[in-house]
């Protein structure tokens, strides 16, 4: 049995518990370069010098251009990378590795085929040591949050992509986390669907009040969801401005008509700015989008010949 | 009905075959002791099993094939994984794998017997070493194949090398695998034979060898053959339901 | 059907007789020398002295024929002989009970071992001289099929015996003889002209034990497809002819196998001495009490009968009930 469980604090999913606003996450003047992909030894800074805080149970949006290094800053909050230089803290306590406080929810699902939606949503739990009992438990609680509960026993393949992001979501939401960070996590999803599940996230945030940082393109979806507004700059990226989303809770569809809300969104792209040759130059230094098509094919093995042969 | 349009291809070319079969035989005129009649095949094999002839050398063969592939299989379940995480390894061993599957593993056959005996030991052996091949390249290829970004899920849940090989490597790989060993347990069949020839006592390699060189019964030797192809035939259909049972439901 | 076959038959006749090849049907010794595939069920040995010697000294050219030897092993050499790959062949006795049985239509048509090449071989010292000394012993063979194991069960049945009374060892690589030498087995399977005159240039001496005057088992012989027989009669006659004129040659002076074979087969011309050790104890083979009266070649049609009654006592074998001598036989070959 790991004794990840103590780790996590003993939090009932209840409402949210906003009265210690101690900071959740801490950066502090955090780098992190990359090899070039060019592959000629040349380092990429991607994030120079970030700094910033997130409160308890506050919902902060980042956005940013691409290859502005958001995905990289997700992971780094995340543990699965290492800062160059600076600190990073989760509840006070610097991030070494990947942490069962924070809980994860990547571009696409990432649900293991070959586990039904339910053993997909317990498996951090079973990687864990959890017993089955209290995995089960908990697998029902969060299939009804997040409304899969008919699909319990379903397997991947039988569900739509939204629904299989639901299950991711319930999945990071397995260890009772702290914080919840989201990559990018509707962008595969239709505008329509993709209102819906912003509203849905804050239905989840409010019922659980998990400190939640979501990367985003859209900032419609920033706005209507986040507290705060993080506008990264190009690469090497710094903050250009911080944002505060002056609109009331509990946020609907009628929060979308709102002036703030237009408002707010026009102060961002005019921070976002630029004109378009620059813009078309962030995209040109962009790292090339890693497609699912690049995986075709496995390489040979057993050639002697190597890889550009 | 749906159960006789699945079988009914099958059943329409086996009548086939047996019809081309008799034509032939009748066309050419050979002797039975050249070339036998499908009927006369499938009296002798009703009369051999009757009679208890075919029944100790099949499980002899049997035998042979299960334990062979067994130890050929778990090598190369082990050897495969050790390919395809550490590039060191592959690079040391990948040319001698190469190296031994191009030698005819008849040629080495008698060489096994005269080091492991004429006993079921060395018949395991030459299963092992036929068998491990296909199924150590699907294993490496398999695990290979595992989407990078499931081991990266597996890293932010925190993992051990444990359970990201029980949980995401092997799942994913089993595809790959079970179709490496559907190809592996056919040439499993061919090993025995081979390894029996090399020397032994009983087995289906011995039978042949008896029905051809000391009792002359043709379509007892057409008959044993049929009954190593029905091995064959059904050790392979047992992979496929293994496969189904496991990967059937999300695939 | 048959009439396809016919037609097919007769223009692969028509085609050859019009490409002029030689079909080898003649009947007169004028025309074109009559071609004969000849199988020998082993590898190049000086055991064939006699197809050697009348090769090299025209025998068979003086007889019209234009003989090829083919190499191979026994199993195959029966049913290329009954469906005529082979015109005629030099197979076991042994051999031919079962194929028979089993509807190939071969007939054994002249004797070229009077004795059963196949014994067991003992060392001297150990004591081993009659198949009861065989009990519990180990006895080391190639395996469970052939004529040493028709033999090796014919021996322990004299003694009351089946090899489950003896503590069998295989050699699937014919290494039993040096399993012998070595002390692995305390007797084992070979041939009289092969194994103990080894052992015995090597300075070991041996005891042999033979069947024939337990079961007399019919060693091997020339034979012929029926087929073969009805249709190429005249050259198969002649060609077992000029052999057996050769064999008795040879019996008379062995030295003139070995300097023939030597010359037919250049890897036969080492070792000169051993060559002849070993074709003496062949020629020792090819005689018996019943050549002796009957002549070399001559067929021993009661020790076939007794031959076919213990192979029929062999469950594994299956041989029919009703299998009689002369079905198996055919004298029209010998002059």
């Not at chain 1, 990359?34 to 149970?57: H, I, N």
């Not at chain 3, 490409?19 to 595939?37: E, R």
């Not at chain 3, 007794?306 to 029919?320: A, E, G, N, V, Y």
Request: include cysteine.
């Amino acid at each position: 049995m790991a004794s990840l469980c103590s780790v996590a604090p003993a939090r009932p999913l209840g409402k949210a518990d906003r009265s210690h606003r101690l900071a959740a996450i801490r950066l502090d003047n955090v780098t992190r370069s990359f090899p070039s992909p060019a592959g000629d030894g040349e380092k990429l800074m991607v994030l120079d010098g970030l700094t910033f805080e997130v409160g308890d149970g506050e919902v902060v949006a980042i956005v940013g251009p691409n290859g502005s290094g958001k995905s990289t800053l997700l992971r780094l909050i995340g543990g699965l990378l290492a800062p160059d230089s600076g600190s990073i803290e989760v509840g006070g306590v610097a991030v070494s590795e990947a942490d069962p406080r924070v809980g994860l929810v990547f571009q696409e699902p990432r649900l293991l085929p070959w586990r039904t939606t339910g053993a997909n949503i317990a498996f951090p739990l079973e990687l864990a040591g959890v017993e089955r009992t209290e995995r089960d438990r908990r697998s029902s609680s969060l299939l009804d949050l997040v409304g899969l509960t008919e699909f319990a026993r379903a397997y991947p393949r039988e569900l739509s992509g939204g629904m299989r992001q639901r299950a991711a979501i319930a999945r990071a939401l397995a260890h009772d986390p702290s914080v919840l960070l989201l990559d990018e996590p509707f962008s595969a999803l239709d505008a329509l669907t993709r209102e819906r599940f912003n509203a849905e996230l804050l239905d989840v945030w409010q019922r659980t009040g998990t400190t939640i940082v979501l990367v985003t393109h859209s900032i419609p979806e920033a706005v209507f969801v986040a507290d705060r507004v993080l506008v990264l700059s190009a690469r090497p990226s710094h903050i250009v401005a911080e944002v505060a989303v002056p609109l009331p809770r509990p946020r609907n569809s009628e929060t979308l008509d709102s002036p703030l809300y237009s408002g707010t969104a026009s102060l961002i792209r005019a921070h976002l700015g630029g004109t378009r040759e620059e813009h078309a130059a962030d995209e040109a230094r962009a790292a090339p989008v890693r497609d699912v098509l690049d995986r075709v094919g496995t390489r040979a093995w057993f050639d002697p010949f190597g890889p550009r042969g | 009905m749906r159960l006789i349009r699945r079988w009914l291809p099958i059943a329409v070319s086996a009548v086939a075959f047996l019809v081309v079969w008799k034509l032939v035989v009748v066309v050419s005129g050979l002797a039975v002791y050249i070339l036998p009649p499908p009927e006369a095949v499938l009296e002798r094999l009703a009369r051999a099993i009757a009679q208890g002839t075919i029944a100790p050398h099949a499980m002899a063969t049997l035998s042979e094939i299960a334990w062979g592939f067994l130890v050929g299989a778990g090598s190369a379940l082990a050897i495969g994984y050790l390919l395809a995480r550490s590039t060191l390894a592959e690079k040391l061993l990948s040319p001698y794998l190469v190296a031994a599957q191009a030698t005819p593993i008849l040629a080495l056959a008698p060489l096994l017997a005269l080091w492991f005996g004429t006993g079921l030991l060395s018949k395991v052996v030459i299963c092992a070493l036929i068998v491990f091949f296909p199924v150590a390249v699907a294993t490496m290829i398999g695990i290979r194949s595992v989407d990078a970004r499931l081991l990266e899920l597996g890293r932010s849940l925190r993992a051990t090398r444990w359970q990201v090989f029980r949980h995401l490597e092997l799942p994913a790989a089993l595809p790959s695998i079970l179709g490496g060993m559907r190809v592996g347990v056919t040439l499993a069949v061919i090993g025995a034979i081979v390894g029996e020839w090399a020397g032994a006592d009983r087995g289906l390699g011995i039978l042949i060898l008896l029905a051809q060189g000391s009792l002359f019964d043709i379509p007892l030797l057409f008959a044993t053959l049929v009954t190593i192809a029905a091995i064959g035939v059904g050790l392979y259909l047992a992979v496929l339901v293994v496969e189904r049972q496991l990967i059937g439901k999300w695939r | 059907m048959r009439q396809i076959v016919a037609l097919v038959v007769a223009g692969v006749v028509g085609v050859a007789l019009l490409a002029g090849c030689q079909f080898g049907v003649s009947s007169s010794p004028s025309a074109a020398p009559a071609k004969l595939t000849v199988g020998l069920g082993f590898m190049p040995h000086i055991q064939f002295a006699q197809f050697y010697r009348a090769l090299q000294q025209g025998y068979y050219r003086d007889g019209g024929l234009d003989v090829s030897l083919q190499y191979g092993n026994d199993a195959q050499l029966v049913p290329q002989i009954g469906q005529g790959a082979v015109d005629i062949g030099l197979s076991d006795g042994t051999s031919v009970i079962p194929a028979v049985s089993s509807g190939i239509p071969v007939r054994y048509g002249a004797t070229i071992y009077a004795r059963f090449p196949s014994v067991v071989i003992a060392r001297a010292e150990s004591g081993i001289a009659t198949a009861a000394d065989l009990r519990g012993k180990r006895v080391g063979i190639p395996g469970r099929y052939g004529s040493s194991w028709i033999m090796l069960q014919a021996l322990l049945a004299s003694a009351g015996m089946s090899p489950i009374d003896v503590d069998i060892r295989l050699y699937p690589d014919f290494s039993q003889a040096g399993a012998l030498r070595e002390g692995q087995v305390d007797a084992a399977t070979g041939f009289a002209n092969n194994e103990p005159v080894q052992l015995a240039l090597a300075g070991i001496k041996t005891n042999v034990m033979a069947v024939d005057d337990i079961t007399p088992l019919p060693g091997p012989g020339l034979t012929v497809g029926e087929a073969t027989a009805a249709s190429r009669r005249e050259a198969i006659r002649a060609f077992v002819d000029e052999t057996l004129r050769a064999m008795r040659e040879i019996i008379d002076n062995p030295e003139l196998g070995v300097e023939d074979a030597a010359k037919e087969v250049p890897a036969l011309a080492t070792d000169r001495p051993t060559q002849l050790a070993i074709l003496q104890a062949t020629v020792a083979m090819w005689q018996s009490p019943y050549t002796d009266t009957h002549g070399i070649g001559a067929i021993d049609h009661d020790a076939w009968t007794r031959s076919i009654d213990f192979m029929q006592t062999l469950p594994d074998l299956d041989i029919k009930a009703d299998l009689s001598a002369d079905q198996l036989l055919t004298e029209d070959l010998l002059q």
